[in-house]
């Protein structure tokens, strides 16, 4: 913010004279760090040279200031009045200054204590705007000041000195903190510049200057000091480079139309923010852009480029690009611009999804750009965050970090999360820490067990993404400079693209090692990619382990607790819709990671779920995922279709029938009129089948079934009063029934066995698809190499 000037014109001693304003604005931080008070002496070493009258000795600048002391300058009585300042304890600004009427020139300057005055809140600069970070108030007041005004002689003399303060004065140990006397030295500079090229953070720097200079007091300046420092320097450095960056943006374009790139503001007022995706990224969205990490770890300096990626994990778990960006400019604003344009690059499609680190401008602008996508912070980045703010605590308590991370990553429900949270505060004096209460406030956007609701794509909540700060390692570190930026660039592009065509090949060509006799496991060993069915073999080989009580049954949806055994207290608890074949679990897995739990497959297991209905195979885990069909178009598949539909049918038919035969039983007339239903219904659905063209064969079948379901039912009306047939035994009717299982399972086998038949069709099909697409992918890469 710049310095308002005000002038108005006093008459004082002849008239000739008059008084410019210039109001300090002590209370208002520079995003740079450094002050805008007029007392600011640049970024010298803070050896300023004066001379003074006779009233200073020479050499001596330890008197304190007094009237009639001569200055040969302006700048020597601001210098020698700053230095006083340092050696007391307080800080110093301009106030005001006094101009001559008949050259402009300034004829009286006064040097006041940075806490002179009060701050005027009701200015409307103030009032008109909402302060989104309020600033302390520092102005108290005070009256101490010096006045200096010139003499005929060019000479400046001390006309007023008010000594006394009415505040308590800074201790020589934390005078490096107040503003006048925050200065970074020109050998300083040298020292920063050369440890940033070396890839060193700020933190670090500090830490080598203040051992260079024996204690922070003798540095002169503090770490917010060396940061703003650094990110202006890097924005210099980069100014250069940026027509090279717009020139290979430009050419990658003209080269295909599909790339994508945009720049914020005119490219004649560039503002320091460009973003591009190139035609490979934008197609990868499509497939897998369900969940997204924005990753800005070169704001830590890992970097050393304002560089920050969209990505996320392809269908072998491989983390995927889906654009990138350079941003000289942090602001809010600048988030809301970079959001907005990747959302237009990508379709206007919204991720279900986005990781990225603490930081309250980027929650902000997502909030905006994003309002119904989930918004996670990065839990790694909160445990080295952790590392940092509560460094003391772990000094003296080691076991700290252990019961940390057990609480956040261990917690079963959010009782139990909340239960471990307050104890550790508890236990180790942290309720009123502020930053741990920060992000205790912040606890549902970064605590798995708030989150799993939600889909990231992650195969547990203990694991850390793939996607985040692994995209571009091994190319891009602490060294690389813009010109070699895009040949590291690319060549990282180029290696995660033989990586996945790598990953395609070995699912294609390796059938995984099956570990039990399942057919679920052979069912989805033929549909996920090899590391994805890994994941599942896992989950299933552990059902094993795993018990399922039935504890409630309400007809359609039935409760089951699920438990090792012998813990039997920490249970999960699933619930199985058995007429739609969908099961829910307390753990969430499969609303996480996309991947179904042992729980629910523990309660397939006992309820003789054979195969995986196909709304839990999620398309982008599998090896087709980046086929034509999209997930919106899955069910059209004829072969889904069939599988979807017969299965709701045959487990609708089953869950009725075993309704029918426990009420069928109960009694003699029961069981007669439950038989007579029976072969009523059976001759209904063969006229069905006949209707819809089945086979004579078929037809047959169900006319050859329901005619003993009729010998059987007339063979049992013996029973009923008044009736002439025999009276069959209980044995024999258990007999009738049992020929009729018989028969039934008979039916099931030819069924699982067209159906069997039918998965191999469709396995060759997409198998034979995807050995000619990786054989031209494999003619393109040869060609490329011959080039």
Known sequence: MENGVIEFDVGLGGGDDGID???????????????????????????????????????????????????????????FYNSYARRVGFSTRVSSSRRSRKDGAIIQRSFVCAKEGFRNLNEKRTMDREIKRPRT??????????????????????????????????????????????????????????????????????????????????????????????????????????????????????????????????????????????????????HFGDTVTFDTTYRSNRYRLPFAPFTGLNHHGQPVLFGCAFLMNESEASFVWLFKTWLEAMSGRSPVSI?????????????????????????????????????????????FEAAFYKSVNMS??????????????????LRDHKWLQAIYEDRKQWVPVYLRDTFFAEMSVTQRSDSMNSYFDGYVNASTNLNQFFKLYEKALESRHEKEVKADFDTMNASPVLKTPSPMEKQVSEFYTRKIFARFQE?????????????????????????????????????????????????????????????????????????????????????????????????????????????????????????????????????????????????????GLKSEGKSSLTNDRMRDVSARIGIQANQCTAEVPGSSGQQLSEDDMDRKINELSVDLERANRKCEVYRTNLLSLMKDVEDHKQRLSVEVQNIKLSLKDSL
């Open 21 to 79: 304003i210039e109001p300090s604005n002590d209370d208002v931080d520079m995003p740079d760090g450094s002050s805008n008070d007029a007392n600011s002496l640049g970024s010298g070493s803070g050896e300023t040279s004066f001379s003074v009258g006779v009233y200073i000795p020479e050499g001596d600048h330890d008197l304190e200031p007094c009237e009639g002391m001569e200055f040969e300058s302006e700048e020597a009585a601001k210098a």
């Open 137 to 286: 108030v520092t102005r108290v007041g005070c009256k101490a000041s010096l006045s200096v005004k010139i003499q005929e002689s060019g000479k400046w003399l001390v006309s007023g000195f008010v000594k006394e303060h009415n505040h308590d004065l800074v201790p020589p140990d934390q005078v490096h903190c107040l503003r006048s006397h925050r200065q970074i030295s020109g050998p300083a500079k040298t020292l920063i510049d050369t440890l940033q090229a070396a890839g060193m953070g700020p933190r670090r720097i500090m830490s080598v200057l203040i051992k260079e200079y024996g204690g922070i007091s003798r540095v002169g300046f503090t770490e917010v000091d060396c940061r703003n420092y650094m990110r202006n320097s890097r924005q210099r450095n980069m100014e250069g480079d940026i027509q090279l960056l717009l020139d290979y943006l430009k050419q990658k374009q003209a080269e295909n139309l599909n790339f994508f790139y945009a720049v914020q503001g005119d490219e004649d007022q560039y503002t320091g923010n460009v973003f591009w995706a190139d035609p490979k990224s934008r197609s990868d969205y499509s």
């Open 355 to 399: 990781t990225t680190e603490h930081d309250g401008v980027i929650r902000s602008a997502i909030t905006q750009v994003f309002p119904n996508t989930r918004h996670r912070f990065c839990k790694w980045h909160m445990f080295k965050q952790c590392q940092e703010k509560l460094s003391h605590v772990l000094l003296q308590h080691p076991q």
């Open 412 to 429: 079963e429900s959010t009782d139990e999360f909340e239960s471990c949270w307050h104890s550790l505060a508890d236990k180790y004096d």
């Open 539 to 687: 989950e299933l080989v552990s059902t094993l382990t795993f018990m399922a009580l039935k504890v409630d049954d309400d007809e359609e949806v039935i409760s089951y607790q699920v438990s090792k055994y012998g813990e039997e207290h920490r249970a999960y608890h699933v619930k199985f819709n058995v007429l739609e074949m969908r099961a829910t679990c307390s753990c969430q897995m499969f609303e996480f990671s996309g991947l179904l739990c042992r729980h629910v497959l523990a309660v397939f297991r006992v309820t003789n779920v054979l195969t995986l209905p196909s709304h839990y195979i999620l398309k982008r885990w599998t090896r087709n995922a980046k086929s034509s069909v999209t997930l919106e178009e899955r069910v059209s598949d004829p072969y889904q279709s069939y599988l979807e539909s017969h299965t709701v049918r045959y487990n609708t038919l089953r869950h009725e029938a075993f309704k029918f035969v426990e009420e069928g039983a109960e009694s003699v007339d029961s069981y007669n009129v439950a038989m007579a239903a029976l072969v009523e219904a059976s001759n209904k659905v063969a006229l």
